[in-house]
């Protein structure tokens, strides 16, 4: 299967791509991204063969239906990381939380947040892609918290790619960043930088703009590449566990093949949405995506209105960072498969020149026929935690924005399946505040107090890292990031 690019080709780019190439150059003609040229369908057939069937087994033959072009050896050392999640023969548990709301934990990987889901094999699909071309490769990662561990937890120590993350100091949990700092390899360069977010990012995309920066690593044979969730290389590895979540409502016997249920999906962007919009395009029976958001709404703003409107908002730090975004790349595939490659150029360009675009009344009927959307605030998320808790189920802030966007999109005759994208080690001063009120706990503190509120026990990986040796020291201005990288390469 090939690749083609959502805002049209600008004759300077290839007309189609392979899976392999999409990866390894993931910005397509116009800014734009490349998507499938068309969807695989594997309707009811394809879940009732694979009832019976391992979570590798099932995503090794997605897999195959995109007939992507990686050898089968190094699809199986990818999935065969799903085998070090806490449980290798369900690395996705779906558990209830009350009757009709179900919750899919995608959070028990390595580094306990969703992005293991997919930076996990991606890692290996790089490295070997890089090895077997003989190139390589500098992957430049801005991260508020959670891509940083994963990423750097995929790349370590892996052939021909090396992995440079820069994280604000001061901006992240303490367990995001000794996740980080304690990262020991050759290959791996964490710089913390004297800021916030914005500015890790804003220095990240002047580093990628610079000449001499680029001329320096031509010198030395190195390309870049970005492992964020625009590269497709990821998003294929996030259409499996919707699958395999609705099939294991089935093997529950909670519905039977063919049955529609929501999928509820705490957003930034849009990645994980998007893996579930694909999964219903080949024949998911869903009855439609819920987005949740947090303050920062602009999801919720455009499936509810069909306006993208980014003008006078500025970004808000809530108790949900990983879903606090204006910009959330991905909507741009669905705008894409809905209208075509000219309207999403011209909405995307609208967007790139006046922060603003808005849909007709027919295309937004046609986007709210797949995706319905709610926020939650801080406060409301804190009370459906706390709710929760009582009623036996430990969440964290990101996951509880879906359970007020449940509560206004989900009919109750058809059960939801809501996605928990973080354990509650990752949040733990935010949790210990929703359940006792008590607030700006230390993380240690926090874990403390709610494994023992809470009867459970702190994972070995987190409770390991405020023992570790850091590893990483590198704290800097954000002028001299260019120099410290071509240090480091
Ligand atoms: C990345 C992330 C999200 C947002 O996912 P998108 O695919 O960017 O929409 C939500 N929750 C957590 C914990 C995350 O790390």
């Known amino acids: 299967m090939h690749f083609i690019e959502t805002r049209g080709n600008d004759g300077t780019h290839p007309l189609k791509v392979t899976f392999s190439e999409a990866i390894l150059s993931p910005i397509a003609s116009y800014g734009g991204l490349y998507v499938p040229e068309t969807l695989p369908e594997l309707g009811t057939a394809f ?162 703009a610079s000449e001499t920066f680029k001329a320096k690593l031509q010198e030395k044979h190195i390309k870049l590449s970005a492992a964020n969730s625009v590269n497709f290389g990821r998003i294929i590895f996030q259409i499996m566990y919707h699958i395999h979540s609705y099939l294991e409502l089935v093997r529950q016997g909670i519905i039977a093949v063919g049955d529609k249920v929501y999928l509820d999906v705490p957003s930034g962007n849009f990645g994980n949405v998007l893996g579930a919009y694909y999964a219903l395009k080949m024949g998911l029976p869903v009855e439609k995506l819920i987005v949740a958001s947090n303050e920062n709404n602009i999801l919720t703003e455009l499936i509810q209105t069909g306006r993208y409107d980014m003008r006078g908002k500025s970004l808000i730090a809530t108790t949900s960072p990983a879903m606090d975004i204006l910009k959330s790349s991905n909507v741009e595939r669905v705008l894409y498969d809905l209208y075509g490659a000219q309207r999403t150029r011209e909405l995307m360009q609208q967007l790139d020149n006046e922060k603003y675009y808005e849909l007709t009344p027919g295309e937004l009927s046609v986007l709210q ?121």
């Open 369 to 489: 026929a797949y995706f319905c959307a709610d926020f939650a605030t801080a406060e409301e998320g804190r009370r459906y935690m706390k709710a929760a808790f009582e009623n036996g189920y430990l969440m964290d802030p990101h996951t509880a924005t879906c359970f007020k966007a449940y509560e206004s999109c989900a009919r109750e005759n058809i059960p939801t399946i809501a996605y928990s994208t973080a354990e509650w080690t990752k949040f733990s001063p935010t949790i210990a505040e929703a359940l006792t009120g008590e607030q700006g706990a230390r993380d240690i503190d926090a874990l403390k107090a709610i494994a023992e509120t809470a009867g459970v026990t702190i994972p070995p990986m987190i409770e390991a890292l405020f023992e570790k040796p850091i590893a990483q020291k590198t704290v800097i201005d954000k002028e001299k990031i260019e120099e410290e990288i071509l240090t480091f390469i």
């Open 47 to 208: 879940l009732e063969k694979h009832l019976g069937s391992g979570y590798k087994e099932m995503a090794k033959d997605i897999l195959a239906r995109f007939e992507v072009d990686i050898d089968e050896a190094v699809i199986d050392e990818a999935l065969s990381l799903y085998d070090r999640f806490d449980d290798p023969s369900n690395p996705v548990p779906v558990v209830k939380v009350k009757d009709g709301l179900y919750v899919s934990e995608l959070y028990h990987g390595p580094t306990r947040a969703f992005k293991d889901m997919a930076l996990q094999p991606f890692g290996v699909v790089l490295s070997s892609i890089a090895q077997k071309r003989d190139e390589n490769y500098l992957i430049l990662a801005a991260t508020s918290g959670d891509t940083g561990p994963a990423a750097l937890e995929t790349f370590k120590n892996r052939a021909n790619v090396k992995v440079a993350c820069m994280y604000p100091d001061g901006g992240t949990s303490d367990v995001q960043r000794l996740q980080m700092v304690t990262e020991d390899a050759p290959n791996l360069k964490v710089i913390g930088i004297r800021g916030n977010f914005d500015d890790a990012q804003s220095a990240l995309k002047r580093l990628l």
